[in-house]
């Protein structure tokens, strides 16, 4: 019976622990704690040097476990590596490769330049895969092929390519695979070699793949143990092993072929021919068909749409999935191109030769929608949708046919199922905010907006529609906000230029308002009414000189506005200026003509002047030469009274003013008044008596 007591129990009773520690790390590293892995290795790595400790003092130093300290001092540096603490980690390895006692431990250095890869520093790398390659024999082909590997990554990360061709075309000869294959491709791809990379595309291609084909999973008879069998083996993790392997080599071979076939000939489609024939050779013949598509995305991105159709059009008569795709294609240029017959009958095409596409059905919804038909387009929206729950592009027109049916709702519904899947798309959270608008529920329309404004900071439309709603609410601070923020990011936008201009009219800052109705007079130099807004603001701010100015510079771009004229009638008599008869002759021979110029019209007439009533002319005019405000400006006192031309030969030199009444404020003396006073003894009128 042992003695639990005994030094030699003790030592094997810590040894256990030590390893258990070592287990309880991997297993913590598995299941993605890294924290606690590098924690038990931390004090696995402590138990052991008590036990060595413990060892030296009852034996000789040759009866350490050297077996333990190693797997304690990989793994602890493991677990430094893994936690990014990369300095303690080359410490550790360090110590395991100085010490001659182990025998293998040069072979680490290999993660000593993973580690200095990670870092990027790549010079290190490299040399410290060429002393673990140094030290590794031959007989282990497959570890000293992935050393090189990773010596030729570091290289295409220096630039050095001339090198990394070295490393990729050894393992090419050696030991050939699709990572080695398609790195050679990009090194030949960078140096501009294209003999090079029609050879090394040649090599990928033969790659073997070293899997078993779909025929293995075909049943050729009726034997019902072996149908069993196949059954069993069609979908278990050795197969999808083989299919993971086989897609990821043809994702290879595709994008080796878009990236060289634009290079290696003379023309892109000739390069693009090139890599077809290569392919159809090859077991790969099934990848020819979608490089032939690929080209003809290629002649969409050059816009070159006619050589496109052509490519297209080449598999009309091709097996229903690869015509099914080239149809979808079609349709989807013939839609763009708005030629809509032609997109429905290839819509058509594409669903007839695959009823489960979803992008044909989506196609074919989309042709529907565009003649009118939004009942059926819901449908083919719909089919689409049962086919693929993910084809997102057909679960927004749904929600578009909805909302051009007008079933609110179901759009809403559509839309947020969307935003599920799609979470920052700017086009859906607009979607959702309108559709609360149209609901007139303004708080949610607000909330979704501000969603939107956080993945699309910058839209100046977002920030406009946020400055309406929140005006609507009466909220007018933190309407100027946002439209102030439109403004910001796009000046030209006259609604929102209107909208500033009349806050701040509003706000008794008739100054601040000039900036922004100049803005507008820039952008519709032909309008008069955004200079007639300048030259009022002028005015209400006090400064009758500038107002003057300005109504003579409009005067002489539009000389036969008779708002301009009255307007410096009123202030030159006021400022008792010499060009007052000037102006009032001016005014007559405008009213006179613009009087002639009615009777001609109403002439001209037949038998519609009884039904049209007097002075409808003369209303019109500030609409026709856009004299009168928008909306918002209307809505100030006195903007919605029409200017009427006096029929009578003395000159009405009286106007309105387009801003509305000015609030009355102290007058000072602009001259010194020659008459008296001839108004002392009246009564004030309310307006002028202090609120």
């Known amino acids: 019976m042992k003695n639990p007591d005994s030094s030699e129990e003790k030592i094997r009773q810590l040894e256990k622990k030590v390893n258990e520690l070592v287990e309880e790390s991997c297993i913590a590293n598995s299941c993605g704690d890294l924290k606690l892995a590098l924690e038990k290795a931390k004090e696995a790595g402590r138990k052991e040097r008590v036990l060595v400790r413990q060892r030296e003092q009852i034996s000789t130093p040759d009866n350490i476990n050297l077996d333990l300290t190693y797997s304690v001092l990989f793994n602890l540096a493991s677990q430094y590596a893994a936690n990014e603490m990369y300095a303690e980690a080359l410490n550790t390895y360090q110590v395991i490769v100085k010490n001659k006692m182990f025998s293998n431990g040069g072979r680490l250095k290999v993660n000593m330049g993973n580690i200095y890869l990670k870092q990027r520093n790549y010079s290190k790398a490299i040399k410290f895969y060429r002393m673990a390659l140094d030290q590794i024999p031959s007989v282990h082909k497959e570890m000293r092929i992935n050393i090189m590997q990773n010596i030729g990554v570091a290289f295409i990360k220096t630039g050095q390519y001339i090198d990394a061709i070295s490393s990729f075309e050894h393992i090419m ?119 032939e598509i690929n080209k003809a995305t290629t002649y969409l991105r050059q816009q070159d749409f006619n050589q496109a159709l052509e490519t297209l059009k080449m598999f009309e008569k091709k097996d229903s999935r690869v015509k099914s795709a080239a149809a979808t294609n079609l349709s989807f240029l013939y839609y763009l191109e708005n030629e809509l017959a032609q997109a429905s009958n290839y819509a058509d095409l594409a669903v007839n030769s695959d009823r489960y596409n979803p992008a044909a059905l989506t196609n074919k919804g989309n042709t529907v929608f565009a003649n009118g038909d939004y009942e059926k387009a819901a449908e083919f929206y719909k089919e689409a949708l049962r086919n693929d729950s993910s084809c997102t592009e057909a679960l927004y027109n749904l929600g578009l046919t909805y909302k051009k049916l007008n079933r609110i709702d179901e759009a809403l519904d559509c839309f947020l199922k969307l935003h599920a ?271």
């Open 421 to 691: 899947i799609l979470r920052n798309s700017a086009q859906v959270l607009h979607q959702i905010a309108n559709l609360y608008e149209m609901m007139e529920d303004p708080n949610q329309a607000i909330e979704w907006l501000m969603q939107l404004i956080s993945v699309v900071p910058t839209d100046p439309h977002v920030l406009s529609k946020l400055g309406k709603l929140y005006d609507n609410e009466g909220d007018k601070s933190q309407a100027f906000h946002y439209y102030y923020e439109s403004y910001r990011y796009f000046p030209s936008n006259i609604e929102v230029i209107e909208w500033l201009g009349a806050y701040y009219i509003d706000t008794q800052f008739c100054e601040k308002a000039i900036e922004y109705f100049e803005r507008a007079a820039l952008i519709l130099p032909t309008q008069v009414k955004w200079q007639l807004m300048v030259a009022s603001c002028y005015r209400r701010s006090g400064n009758y000189q500038k107002a003057l100015e300005k109504y003579k510079v409009i005067h002489r771009k539009f000389p036969e506005n008779v708002e301009c004229l009255r307007f410096l009638v009123r202030l030159c008599t006021d400022m008792g200026l010499k060009e007052v008869q000037e102006y009032v002759t001016k005014l007559k021979k405008v009213e006179k003509l613009k009087e002639i110029r009615e009777q001609r019209i109403k002439s001209g007439r037949d038998g519609s002047a009884r039904s049209r009533k007097e002075g409808n002319a003369g209303g019109d005019t500030g609409g026709t030469k856009g004299e009168k405000l928008s909306a918002k400006l209307k809505a100030l006192p006195g903007t919605n009274e029409p200017y009427e031309s006096s029929s009578s030969k003395e000159i009405d030199a009286s106007y309105v003013d387009p801003l509305g009444p000015q609030a009355e404020r102290p007058k000072t003396a602009a001259r010194k008044r020659t008459e008296e006073d001839d108004f002392a003894d009246e009564e004030l009128g309310e307006d002028l008596l202090p609120e």
């Open 173 to 291: 000869s050696m030991s050939p695979n699709l990572k080695a294959g398609f790195n050679l491709i990009l090194c030949y791809f960078a140096i501009g070699d294209s003999e090079q990379m029609k050879k090394s595309f040649q090599k990928l291609i033969a790659v073997p793949l070293e899997v078993d084909y779909d025929d293995k999973y075909i049943s050729t008879n009726d034997d019902p143990h072996t149908n069993l069998l196949i059954e069993a083996i069609k979908n278990d993790s050795l197969r999808q092993i083989e299919r993971e392997r086989k897609s990821m080599a043809e994702e290879y071979i595709m994008t080796a072929a878009k990236l060289i076939a634009p290079v290696i000939e003379t023309s892109f489609a000739v390069g693009y021919d090139w890599c077809v024939e290569v392919v159809k050779a090859s077991h790969y013949v099934e990848l020819a068909n979608d490089l």
